[in-house]
Every structure is written in C-alpha cells, then in structure tokens.
T-cell receptor
Framework: DARVTQTPRHKVTEMGQEVTMRCQPI?????VFWYRQTMMQGLELLAY????????DSGMPKDRFSAEMPDATLATLKIQPSEPRDSAVYFC???????????FGQGTRLTVV | AQSVSQHNHHVILSEAASLELGCNYS??????LFWYVQYPGQHLQLLLK??????LVKGIKGFEAEFIKSKFSFNLRKPSVQWSDTAEYFC????????????FGTGTRLTIIP
C-alpha cells in the first residue's frame, strides 16, 4: 500500500533549536508539497517541488525555513532557529504531474517551547 | 491566484440528517476541484475530485459533489450522515495547467450527534 511517510511524527523542541522534518514521497511521484496546518491559518502551502526542483516557496519564511529534495525519495523541511510560532502540524504530500491528486502523509506535529 | 471559500465553519447534525457543505472558488480559468477529509488526529484523505466531464462526482463513503461552473461552486453532499463522518472537511482547487499547487479552504468542522 503506497503511502507518504513522514518522520518524526511528533517533535518537541526548545526555541532556537534546529528542526528537520523528513518526507518520503510515494515512489514514482514527481511532485512534493509541504503544508503547514494551524488553527488560526488553516492549511498553508509552504513549498513545492517538481522533479526535485523547487517551483514555489513563496509561502515559506525564507529567513528561517528551507526545503530541499536531496534525492527523489527524500524531501526535507528545516527550521533554524525555531520559534514558538512555528508550532503546527507539517504535512508533506506527493503527486504526479499529470494526475494532480495529492496524497498526504501523517504529518509531523511540532511544538516549540 | 486562485482562492477557496468555505462559509460553514462548524456544522452540527444528527445522525441520518442530510449534509451539504458549501465551497466556492475564485479563478477565471479551468480548475480541478477536490474535497479532502481529516478525521481527528489523522492526515488528509481524498473524498472525491473533479477534473472534467460529468459535473456530479461521487466519492467514497457515500459522498458526492456537484460542480456548478456558473456559480464557481463545488458543494459536498451526503444524503444521510453517520456518527463516523465527524471530521473536518476541506475543499481545494488547483489550476488545470501550469502551477498545480493545491489551494485549500479554511475547512468545515462537522460534528455528528448520535
């Protein structure tokens, strides 16, 4: 059963620490999305990649957030330094270019204290 | 840029009641439309999608949605809800060509009372 895998599922960290979230997209999918979900803002697109190249990261605070795809099986989202306002659930999703349905991972619940 | 509005923030229904959740989008071109469901503590799962063809689409768990292009709407319906339908429902849109990123509405929380 193909699925998007995210690690860790939960992360509690202190303000100022670096946080790295990982995502393994479904094999063969060439589009990867990072979304952030909060009560106040709902689901916000942070960044997305096609064929490992970043296409749109306009929703991502550039000063502290970075997103990369070191290879086709791994996407990473880093926050450095983390702040309490970054507390949220971060979802990764993957899809195929021709079929634009996105499949979501279980999410990483981040708490910055 | 496209946007999505879900005007019902929280809907409370009794079991067996009929459901309709509103979704309106703004974009002048061709779009793909989606409804996702998020059960408590879980990830988003696709309920149904519209790409083209019959504007009445049927999804999983007895849900359906109708695309009305003239109204820029894609409302979600279910004739008889169950307690297990308690969840948050998100409408989403992406542009048919080019930038295919999904834009989500703010979601509608559905609570079904047994």
């Amino acid at each position: 059963d193909a699925r998007v895998t995210q690690t860790p599922r939960h992360k509690v960290t202190e303000m100022g620490q670096e946080v790295t979230m990982r995502c393994q997209p479904i094999l063969g999918h060439n589009t990867v999305f990072w979304y952030r979900q909060t009560m106040m803002q709902g689901l916000e697109l942070l960044a997305y990649f096609r064929n490992r190249a970043p296409l749109d990261d306009s929703g991502m605070p550039k000063d502290r957030f970075s997103a990369e795809m070191p290879d086709a099986t791994l996407a990473t989202l880093k926050i450095q330094p983390s702040e309490p306002r970054d507390s949220a659930v971060y979802f990764c999703a993957s899809g195929l270019l021709q079929n634009t349905e996105a499949f979501f991972g279980q999410g990483t619940r981040l708490t910055v204290v | 840029a496209q946007s999505v509005s879900q005007h019902n923030h929280h809907v409370i229904l009794s079991e067996a009641a009929s459901l309709e959740l509103g979704c309106n989008y703004s974009y002048g071109g061709t779009v793909n439309l989606f409804w996702y469901v998020q059960y408590p503590g879980q990830h988003l799962q696709l309920l149904l999608k519209y790409f083209s063809g019959d504007p009445l689409v049927k999804g999983i768990k007895g849900f359906e949605a109708e695309f009305i292009k003239s109204k820029f709407s894609f409302n979600l319906r279910k004739p008889s809800v169950q307690w297990s339908d308690t969840a948050e429902y998100f409408c989403a849109v992406n542009v048919n060509f080019g930038n295919e990123k999904l834009t989500f509405g703010t979601g509608t929380r559905l609570t079904i009372i047994p």
